[in-house]
C-alpha cells in the first residue's frame, strides 16, 4: 500500500476519533503508535481500523446512530383505534417530549404524553404561594432565539411567536468584595473586561475572537428551519479540522484550558466562567463545547418568558392538541411493557397503555434501571448506564419582600468568605441570585418583591431521605436560617429587612418533584466519552430525549425532542402523504 494512502487512512481515523469522541478509536491509535513507523504489522493494522471505521462511519451519517441501534421503528398502517392504542407514547412532558411530541402529532401520529404530576411542563412551569406569589420552578433565561437558533426554529414552524414575549436577561458580576453591572452584549461585556484590565486587552480580545468564531463554526450546522444540526457530510468529516478550525481545536478541551492560552487573572476567569452554573457544577472544567453556545446570551442574549415560563409550556401543550395530541396528568408511569424483545407499551397507575414506540423525556439512568429493567440490556450497555453521574442539585430559597427588589438581573456572587453550614458538612463559595418580579413584575403584587438564591450542591437525595421526618424539619429550617442570616443579610441588607415570607427546597425536593436520579437538577449527565447515550437506545421502539441526551437548558432538550422526531417523523409523514393520496 503507498504511503500517501496509509497517511490518508491514519489521519481519517484520527479525524473520526475527534469528532466522534470514541474511546475504541483512541486506544486503536494508541495501539498502531507502538508498532514500528511503516512497518507491515502497523499498515495491516492501519488499514484494518480504517475499514471497520469507514464502514461505521458511513452508517452513522446515514441515520445518525451506531450500528448497534440498527432497527427500525413499528409503524401501524394507520392510526390505531381504541383509548389504550397509539402510535405513540410519550414518557414526561418536559420540553424534550412536548417538542417531540408537537412534531410528531403535526405528522399525523396518534400521540399519548403523560406526565406523572399536575401540571405539564416539567421545567418550565410556574407555581403559586400564599395565593398571589408566581414562582418559578426552574427555567430563568432561555437561549437559542437568534436567526439559527432551534429554539426561533420551532416557535416560527409552528407559529407560537404571537402567543409568547420574551424580556431580555441582564447579568452582574461579583467576586471579592468588588460588583460589576455588565453590558448585556458580547461587544459591551468585552470593552467592560478591557477596560478593567487594561494589561490583558490582547488577551481579552483573542480570547474571544477565537471563541466566536469556534461558536459560529458549532452553529453552522443548523440551517435554517431545522430544530437539530445537520449530519456533517464525509468531506466534511475528513476536512473537519480544515473547515472547522476553531471549533475543532477546542472540541476535547476544558473551559479553564482554553482560558489558560489567553487569560491570567484569577478574578477575569471568574467572571468569564460565570455561565458555568447554567449547567453544572464543573465550573472551569466544563467541557468547553457545552460552554460555546453560553456565549449566546451575550451574542444574542438570554430570554425570560414574560409571565413565567408556564407560558412555554401551554403554547407548546395547545399547539400538540391542535394536532390531535392527547395528554394525561397525574399518571406515573411504572414500568415499560416489553414483548419479543422490543417495547410495546407502559404499566401506569390509570391502567396500561400500548404503542411500537415509546420515548422516553424521564431521567435516563431512571428510564433504563426502573422502566426498562436492566436485564433487556447488554452487559457492555448496563455498564454505560451504571455508569450515568448525576448532574448538580441546589438549595434554593425562594422569599418575598414588602417593597420590590433593587434590580432585575442575574448575579453571579462569590462570598467574601465561604459559608459554612458545619453540622451538615455543606460549605459554599458562591451563589447565583435574581428576583423574578423585579424583571417582570406581573408575577408578584404591585408595590412587593422577590428573590430566588440557589446554592449549587451535590445530589445526593438517599441522604436526606435518610433523615426521619423530625430531622428533616430541623434540618430545613436550619437550612432557611442559614439562607436569610448567612446569605441574604450579606448580599442585600435592604432585602433582609424586607423580608416577609420564605420557603427553602433541598435535592430531596428535586428527587420528589422532577423525579431525577439522586434530586439533580438536570437528571443524569451524558457520557461524554462514550457518547451515551444516543437518542435511539439498543432496545427496539424505546427512544430518549431531554437534558440527560445532550445536556441542560431549554434550547439543549429542545434539539433533543428534534431529534427524536427527526428519527420519526418522517415515517408518520409519509403514511400521512399516502392517507391523502
Known amino acids: 500500500m ?40 502497523q499498515i495491516k493494522l492501519i488499514e484494518e481500523v480504517y475499514t471497520e471505521t469507514y464502514s461505521a462511519m458511513q452508517k452513522f451519517l446515514e441515520t445518525g446512530q451506531p450500528p448497534e441501534t440498527d432497527w427500525e421503528p413499528t409503524i401501524h398502517p394507520a392510526a390505531p383505534e381504541g383509548d389504550d392504542q397509539y402510535d405513540v407514547i410519550i414518557v414526561g412532558s418536559g420540553v424534550g417530549g412536548m417538542t417531540a411530541g408537537v412534531e410528531l402529532a403535526q405528522a399525523g401520529a ?39 437558533g432551534a429554539v426561533n426554529h420551532f416557535l416560527t414552524r409552528h407559529d407560537l411567536w404571537k402567543e409568547l414575549e420574551f424580556l431580555k436577561t441582564e447579568f452582574h458580576f461579583s467576586y471579592n468584595g468588588h460588583y460589576w453591572e455588565l453590558p448585556n452584549t458580547m461587544e459591551g461585556w468585552t470593552e467592560s473586561l478591557v477596560s478593567r484590565y487594561p494589561d490583558e486587552e490582547a488577551g481579552i480580545r483573542n480570547f474571544f475572537d477565537y471563541a466566536i468564531k469556534a461558536y459560529a463554526e458549532k452553529y453552522s450546522f443548523f440551517e435554517e428551519d431545522r430544530l437539530t444540526p445537520r449530519m456533517p457530510t464525509e468531506e466534511e468529516v475528513m476536512s473537519y479540522a480544515q473547515l472547522h478550525p476553531h471549533n475543532y481545536h477546542l472540541m476535547n478541551t476544558s473551559w479553564g484550558e482554553f482560558m489558560d492560552e489567553y487569560l491570567k487573572d484569577p478574578m477575569l476567569k471568574k467572571e468569564v466562567s460565570m455561565l458555568s452554573h447554567f449547567i453544572g457544577d464543573a465550573n472551569e472544567n466544563t467541557p468547553t463545547s457545552d460552554m460555546l453556545p453560553l456565549l449566546g446570551y451575550f451574542l444574542i442574549g438570554g430570554f425570560r418568558v414574560k409571565g413565567g415560563s408556564s407560558k412555554l409550556a401551554h403554547a407548546f401543550i395547545g399547539k400538540y392538541q391542535e394536532y390531535g395530541g392527547k395528554i394525561m396528568v397525574n399518571t406515573q408511569v411504572h414500568k415499560f411493557i416489553v414483548e419479543d424483545g422490543k417495547v410495546t407499551g407502559v404499566e401506569t397507575n390509570r391502567g396500561n397503555f400500548y404503542a411500537p414506540i415509546i420515548v422516553s423525556n424521564a431521567d435516563t439512568r431512571m428510564t433504563f434501571e426502573k422502566l426498562l429493567g436492566l436485564e433487556h440490556l447488554t452487559e457492555e450497555y448496563q455498564e454505560l448506564v451504571k455508569g450515568l453521574k448525576p448532574s448538580a442539585s441546589a438549595f434554593i430559597f425562594q422569599g418575598a419582600m414588602s417593597k420590590p427588589f433593587k434590580h432585575k438581573a442575574m448575579v ?53 431521605n435518610r433523615m426521619s421526618p423530625e430531622e428533616y424539619a430541623a434540618f430545613k429550617k436550619r437550612l432557611q436560617e442559614f439562607f436569610m442570616e448567612e446569605i441574604v443579610k450579606e448580599i442585600d441588607q435592604e432585602a433582609y429587612e424586607n423580608m416577609i415570607w420564605s420557603e427553602v427546597s433541598t435535592p430531596r425536593s428535586a428527587s420528589r418533584f422532577i423525579r431525577t436520579y439522586q434530586g439533580s437538577v438536570y437528571g443524569t449527565k451524558p457520557d461524554r466519552v462514550n457518547e451515551f447515550p444516543k437518542t435511539k437506545t439498543p432496545m427496539p421502539g424505546l427512544y430518549i430525549c431531554g437534558a440527560g441526551h445532550l445536556g441542560a437548558g431549554v434550547e439543549a432538550v429542545l434539539i433533543s425532542g428534534g431529534f427524536v422526531a427527526e428519527a420519526v417523523k418522517p415515517y408518520f409523514e409519509s403514511r400521512q402523504a399516502a392517507s391523502v393520496k
Open 2 to 41: 503507498a504511503n500517501e494512502q496509509v497517511t490518508e487512512q491514519l489521519e481519517f481515523i484520527r479525524q473520526v476519533a475527534t469528532f466522534s469522541g470514541d474511546t475504541r478509536l483512541e486506544k486503536a491509535l494508541e495501539l498502531i503508535a507502538t508498532f514500528p513507523e511503516g512497518s507491515p504489522e
Open 110 to 148: 396518534k400521540v399519548l404524553m403523560l406526565e406523572g404530576h399536575s401540571v405539564y411542563g416539567g421545567a418550565t412551569h410556574t407555581y403559586t404561594r400564599k395565593g398571589k406569589y408566581i414562582i418559578e420552578a426552574g427555567v430563568e433565561s432561555i437561549s437559542g432565539l437568534g436567526p439559527m
Open 412 to 464: 453571579t456572587y462569590y462570598f467574601k468568605e465561604p459559608k459554612v453550614l458545619e453540622e451538615y458538612g455543606l460549605t459554599f463559595v458562591r451563589t447565583a441570585y435574581f428576583s423574578s418580579p423585579a424583571h417582570d413584575p406581573s408575577l408578584f403584587p404591585e408595590g412587593e418583591g422577590g428573590l430566588t438564591i440557589n446554592l449549587v450542591a451535590k445530589a445526593d437525595a438517599d441522604f436526606y
